[in-house]
Structure formats: C-alpha cells, structure tokens
C-alpha cells in the first residue's frame, strides 16, 4: 500500500509540476447545443474559459436529436434554422471562430464522439450544457461521459460573469484535478474573482489523503488568483455543499462509484442549484472510439443518406450575408474563381457576367476571378465576355501538347488549369435568370465547413420561391436515368436532388486529385469519384431557389443521358458488375422524322477520361512550383 501510495504521489507531483511549468492550457472548445437559447447561455462561459490565446478556438456545433422511429431526413429544417441562428452568433462574435456544421441523428452523442474522434487538433474541450432530464445529452450522460475521446466540462451557467467574485475549487486528487485548476484559473482571470482551493481529506491518516496534501500546497504562489487555502477533514459531500454557500462558481470533478451515474450524487445536486455557475470535470478515459468513418459505415444506406441529406442539404438563403462569406474568405486565406463553359452563349452570357461582376466582384469582392472557358464558339460568345472584362479562352488552344477533347468536361479541365482559386465554382451559361446566389449558394458550405469538399446545386423548375425545397426535380436525364441509376448501384448518393444540375463546385486540392470525364458525364463522374476518394460528408447539396434555362431540346438531352450512361456503364466495370471485355458501344442512333418517313442518324458520343489534373506536369509547374 506504501509503494503504491508513494507511486500515485510521484506520478499527482510531476503532473502538477508540468503545470506549473508549461502555464495554462490552449483549448479548443467544442460546444454542440440543441438550441440557440443554450448556446447563449453557455457561450460567455465558453469565452473566459478560452480565454485571449489567439491559438485557441471556438466552435459551435448544432444538434438536431430525431425520434427513433422518425426518418432522420424530418430533422433538415429544424438543422437549417439552428445552423442558420448559430451563424447568426458566429457573425455577431469574432471570438467564436468556427461553426463546425450539423448533426442530425436518433444518437447523438455518438455522432459527437465520432466528430471529436476525427478531429486532428489537440486538447479539445467538449462544453456540454446540463440540461436536466431530457434532450439529446440527458438521454446518454452515463455512457458518455464514461467513454469521452477528449477532456469534457458540463456546465450549468447560472450566474452571470460579472457577478462572478469568488470560485470554489475542491480538489480530491483524480484524473481531472489538474484540469479543474487550470479551467479555476481561466475563469477567475476572465471574471477577476478569486479562487478558494478546498482540500477535502477522508482521513489525515491515509496515503491518499496524505499525497493530496503534499500535492496541492502551495498552489497560491503560482496562481496568484488562490487567495484561500481551506483543509477539511471528513465528509467531502457535506464540506463542498457547505462551503460553497460564499461562492458563485464551483468547479468540480466528476466523481463517482464505477457502477453508479456518470455524475456523482453531489456534482448532481450542485448542478441543480439555481445560484451558482457549476462546471462539472470529466478526464479523458482511456478509450477511443473507431474513426468517425468507420462508426458511419457501420450504419446502414437508408441511415447514412437520410443523415446525409439532414446534415449536408442547406440553402442559398443561408449564405446571402455576402459580406460575412468575403470575411471567411480572408479569414482563411482562400481565392475563389468562376468558371464558365460556353458554346455559343452570345444570347445569354452578357447579363450572366454582368450580374456576377458588379455582385461578387464590384460590390464585395467574394470572386477573384471570372474566367470564360470556350468550346470554339461560332457565335459573339467570346466577344461579349471580353467587353464586359472577362478573360475568354478556347478550351482546344489550352494545353495543346496533351490535345483537344470535345465537350463540357473538357472545358471543365482544362478550367482547373487557367483558374488560379483555391475554390471552383462553375456555371452553366444558358441560364436566363442569372443571380449571384448561383455563386455564393456554392460557396457557402465550402467556407463554413472545411470538410466539405465539393458542393452540388439543385433547383426548381418554374416552382414558386416559397414552394417546399423537397419538390425540386430534374430535367428527364436526370429522373429517368441518372436518379434511378444512383439508387440501383450507388445509393449512397440517392440523397442527391440534382446530380447533374450544372452548377457546382470544390476545393481545388479535391478536384485536382478526380479524372474529368470530357463530355456532359464530367458531374456524374466527379460525384462517383470524390465519394470513392473522400466520405460522402464531403459533399453537400444546395437549393438555388428558381433557374430558367434555354429548352436543350430531345436531341441534346438524348446525347446527355448516352454520355452519363457511359460513365455508369465505365464504373460498374471497375466495380467488376460488368464484364470488362464487354465492347462499349460509342455511336448512337437518334430517331428522325420527316414528313412521312422515319430514319436514323448515327451520333458519336465517347466519354474520354482525363487523368487527373495534379498528374499533368504543366499544371504542377503553374499551381504546384513548391512541389
């Protein structure tokens, strides 16, 4: 017994010395509420204890819980508005510098553990609001707080900040004492009150009792705001609940039985108390939880896309602040470029670029760049794009060493090459009622959230602007054939509305990485791709509201469906769900008519692949100098 108190002493000594040594410690706060009344309430707290190292962080996180027996997609709109009241609060508060997305789940607290297991940052703080006896933290607190990936405070903010003069600190040794000083001191010196360090012993005769002892003296001369030093021998409930009646603030450990509640029974009563500011300890056990890829993999397809389409669904609306997207810009050091594929466009492109310009450019300045990317227009496409000064290119005299494809995904490619953003945006150009949340509907999600990756663009055919988000459809290649086609083989992107909307975008450092498929097939591809590449998370859809666009006719939409059929046809060969010695046929035959006779006409469609862009030496040489 003497050996092992000896050792809990040496062991309680050296941690203490290393904070003594090293200071207070940066954390990176996570708080994921369920509303935004919770967040209020919490996020003064959550300030003090961040404190002013510019090194440290917070980031909110919205929790959308859904009963077990409701489909997880009911969750959306109650997700959008509290990410929308979250941002609201992130733009209010420069000190709140991150809103980490949504969680939309029938177990919440399993997606918080998953999302604090897949952080790479160091000593993240989970700031989790005591919430009684119902909602999402309530409905687990035991087994969560048992098996914690990272530090966690629960917090009851019953008093206000400033009204905060002095803080109890009982220490009884544990995993979390250390960490209960070092959040005393962040608080004490955020409100100016003073600590009361309380050493509750059990026996003055115990090893333990003894090491507390020795451990804990002395604190004042390190931390000026110890102002009192209180030993107590006895009952430790009964000591804390006495002494904090001349307190405000208690900070406390966690303590309890390894078979009982996550919380022991004087925490719980503290937290209760309807006069005092309680932050509740729990260490980091040790246990971690698998990869959050792995926990969501885990889920079956129906789970993971209606969490997906709850989570990852958000609307243009969201991101209209236009001057707080250009904050997040800078903020994090981002370029952003439009790209537009054209072939001859004259009648459309004029008001396009106009209304971008003077909107994203002239106005704010959220774009860097307009870039126009050609297909050898026969028409004034080219002409009006450089009046209106923007740089036209012909995608066929761009990279003429590796030669010319025809079609919209080449001019997509060869785009990644000319645009010189950290973030793509690409548009279609027969759109006749252009607006700049075509652009900053894109945008949004990418600088909110850093694990999106690539973010796709659905939108209602002639439907009113205050029409539900879930009637949107498709053009007839896209509910006959590529929405049918997704569900059958690759159901994980059936959340999508419009996979192939035209109006999309990513990060350059993921979309360099994807081969381009060179004709009207290039969106299918990269959505099949960046899935395979990266997580479903890192992609995200967003209602644009209302476009118009030019009538394509059969012939173009015919064309269209052939060439997305080809990029199934190719991936379900590498899947080896076809034959791969099975010729793919690249001709088709259309149907004409005349006045009374039929005929066909053969039409060549082949969906080439570009390797991707980071594998081609002129592009290394013109993005990647370093590399």
Same mark, same amino acid.
């Given at each position: 017994?003497?050996s092992l108190?000896?050792?809990?002493r040496?062991?309680?000594?050296?941690?203490?010395?290393?904070?003594?040594?090293?200071?207070?410690?940066?954390w990176?706060?996570?708080?994921?509420v369920?509303?935004?009344?919770?967040?209020?309430?919490l996020?003064?707290l959550?300030l003090?204890l961040?404190?002013?190292?510019?090194?440290?962080?917070?980031?909110?996180?919205?929790?959308?819980?859904?009963?077990?027996d409701?489909p997880l997609?009911?969750?959306?709109?109650?997700?959008?508005?509290?990410?929308?009241?979250?941002?609201a609060m992130?733009?209010?508060?420069?000190?709140?510098?991150?809103l980490g997305?949504?969680?939309?789940?029938?177990?919440?607290?399993?997606?918080?553990?998953?999302?604090?297991d897949?952080?790479?940052e160091?000593?993240?703080?989970l700031?989790?609001?005591?919430? /009684?006896?119902?909602?999402? &933290?309530q #409905?687990? +607190?035991?087994?969560?707080l048992? $098996?914690?990936?990272?530090?966690? *405070?629960?917090c009851?903010?019953?008093v206000?900040?400033q009204?905060?003069?002095?803080i109890l600190?009982?220490?009884r040794?544990?995993?979390?004492?250390n960490l209960?000083?070092?959040?005393?001191?962040?608080?004490?010196?955020?409100?100016?009150?003073?600590i009361?360090?309380?050493?509750?012993?059990?026996?003055?005769?115990?090893?333990?009792?003894?090491?507390?002892?020795?451990s804990?003296?002395?604190?004042?001369?390190?931390?000026?705001?110890i102002t009192t030093?209180?030993?107590?021998?006895?009952?430790?409930?009964?000591?804390?609940?006495?002494?904090?009646?001349?307190?405000?603030?208690?900070i406390?450990?966690?303590?309890?039985?390894?078979? /009982?509640?996550?919380?022991? &029974?004087? #925490?719980t +009563?503290?937290l209760?108390?309807? $006069?005092?500011?309680?932050l509740? *300890?729990?260490?980091?056990?040790p246990?971690r939880?698998?990869?959050?890829?792995?926990?969501?993999s885990?889920?079956?397809?129906?789970?993971?896309?209606e969490k997906?389409?709850?989570e990852?669904?958000?609307r243009?609306?969201?991101?209209?602040?236009?001057?707080?997207l250009?904050?997040?810009?800078?903020?994090?050091?981002?370029?952003?470029?439009?790209?537009?594929?054209?072939?001859?466009?004259?009648?459309?492109?004029?008001?396009?670029?106009?209304?971008?310009?003077?909107?994203?450019?002239?106005?704010?300045?959220?774009?860097?760049?307009?870039v126009?990317?050609d297909?050898?227009s026969?028409?004034?496409?080219?002409?009006?794009?450089?009046?209106?000064g923007?740089?036209?290119?012909v995608?066929?005299?761009?990279?003429?060493?590796?030669?010319?494809?025809r079609?919209?995904?080449?001019?997509?490619?060869?785009?990644l090459?000319?645009?010189?953003?950290?973030?793509?945006?690409?548009?279609?150009?027969?759109?006749?009622?252009?607006?700049?949340r075509?652009?900053y509907?894109?945008?949004g999600?990418?600088?909110?959230d850093?694990?999106?990756?690539?973010?796709?663009?659905?939108?209602?055919h002639?439907?009113?602007?205050?029409e539900?988000?879930?009637r949107?459809?498709?053009d007839?290649v896209?509910?006959?054939?590529?929405?049918p086609?997704?569900?059958?083989?690759?159901p994980?992107?059936?959340?999508?509305?419009?996979?192939?909307?035209?109006?999309?975008?990513?990060?350059r450092?993921?979309?360099?990485?994807?081969?381009f498929?060179?004709?009207?097939?290039?969106?299918?591809?990269?959505?099949?791709?960046?899935?395979?590449?990266?997580?479903?998370?890192?992609?995200?859809?967003?209602?644009?509201?209302?476009?118009?666009r030019?009538?394509?006719?059969?012939?173009?939409?015919?064309?269209?469906?052939?060439a997305?059929?080809?990029?199934?046809?190719?991936?379900?060969?590498q899947?080896?769900?076809?034959?791969?010695?099975?010729?793919?046929?690249?001709?088709?035959?259309?149907?004409?008519s005349?006045?009374?006779?039929?005929?066909l006409?053969e039409?060549?469609?082949?969906?080439?692949?570009?390797?991707?862009m980071?594998?081609?030496?002129?592009?290394?040489?013109?993005?990647r100098k370093?590399?």
């Open positions: 017994m003497d108190a000896a050792h809990q040496d062991r309680m000594t050296i941690a203490v010395d290393r904070e003594k040594k090293n200071g207070l410690r940066h990176n706060l996570l708080m994921p369920d509303t935004v009344e919770r967040a209020e309430t996020l003064p959550a003090g961040k404190g002013r190292a510019g090194d440290s962080h917070i980031t909110l996180v919205g929790v959308t819980p859904v009963a077990k409701t997609s009911e969750g959306a709109r109650v997700a959008q508005s509290l990410r929308n009241d979250l941002g992130l733009k209010e508060d420069p000190a709140i510098n991150r997305g949504s969680i939309v789940s029938h177990k919440p607290w399993e997606d918080i553990r998953a999302l604090v897949d952080r790479s160091d000593h993240t703080l700031l989790l609001p005591w919430q /009684g006896d119902h909602t999402y &933290l #409905a687990d +607190l035991t087994s969560a048992r $098996d914690l990936p990272c530090d966690a *405070v629960v009851h903010a019953a206000a900040q009204e905060i003069k002095r600190l009982p220490v040794g544990g995993a979390f004492a209960s000083l070092q959040l005393a001191v962040r608080l004490a010196q955020a409100t100016g009150a003073e009361t360090l309380l050493r509750v012993l059990s026996n003055d005769d115990d090893p333990t009792s003894q090491m507390l002892r020795e804990f003296m002395g604190l004042s001369d390190t931390h000026p705001e030093e209180l030993q107590v021998v006895g009952d430790p409930g009964a000591a804390i609940l006495r002494e904090m009646r001349d307190h405000q603030a208690i406390l450990g966690a303590s309890a039985a390894h078979d /009982g509640p996550a919380i022991g &029974l004087v #925490a +009563l503290i209760q108390h309807s $006069d005092i500011t309680a509740v *300890v729990k260490a980091k056990e246990f939880l698998p990869p959050a890829s792995d926990h969501a885990k889920l079956p397809v129906l789970v993971r896309v997906w389409f709850a990852n669904t958000f243009s609306a969201e991101f209209s602040d236009i001057d707080h250009v904050e997040l810009k800078q903020k994090q050091g981002l370029r952003i470029s439009l790209g537009l594929p054209t072939l001859n466009e004259a009648a459309t492109i004029g008001p396009l670029i106009s209304i971008m310009r003077k909107s994203l450019m002239e106005d704010a300045p959220l774009l860097d760049e307009i126009l990317i297909s050898n026969t028409d004034a496409t080219r002409k009006i794009a450089a009046e209106l923007v740089s036209p290119f995608h066929q005299e761009v990279l003429p060493g590796l030669g010319a494809l079609g919209k995904g080449e001019a997509l490619w060869k785009g090459y000319l645009l010189k953003g950290d973030v793509i945006v690409w548009m279609d150009t027969d759109i006749i009622n252009p607006h700049p075509f652009v509907g894109i945008v999600p990418l600088l909110a850093p694990t999106i990756q690539y973010c796709t663009g659905f939108y209602r002639g439907l009113g602007a205050d539900d988000f879930a949107a459809d498709g007839s896209t509910e006959l054939l590529a929405r086609m997704i569900n059958l083989f690759f994980e992107l059936s959340g999508l509305v419009q996979p192939l909307g035209g109006v999309c975008g990513g990060r450092a993921a979309l360099e990485q994807a081969p498929y060179s004709g009207y097939g290039v969106e299918m591809g990269l959505l099949l791709d960046l899935l395979g590449r990266f997580d479903l998370k890192a992609i995200a859809q967003v209602d644009l509201e209302r476009v118009e030019r009538d394509q006719g059969r012939r173009i939409l015919s064309r269209r469906a052939f997305v059929l080809q990029v199934f046809a190719r991936r379900l060969r899947k080896g769900m076809i034959d791969a010695q099975t010729p793919m046929e690249h001709t088709m035959k259309l149907l004409r005349g006045e009374d006779k039929f005929h006409e039409v060549h469609v082949h969906e080439q692949q570009r390797p991707p980071i594998e081609i030496k002129e592009y290394r040489g013109r993005h370093k590399a």
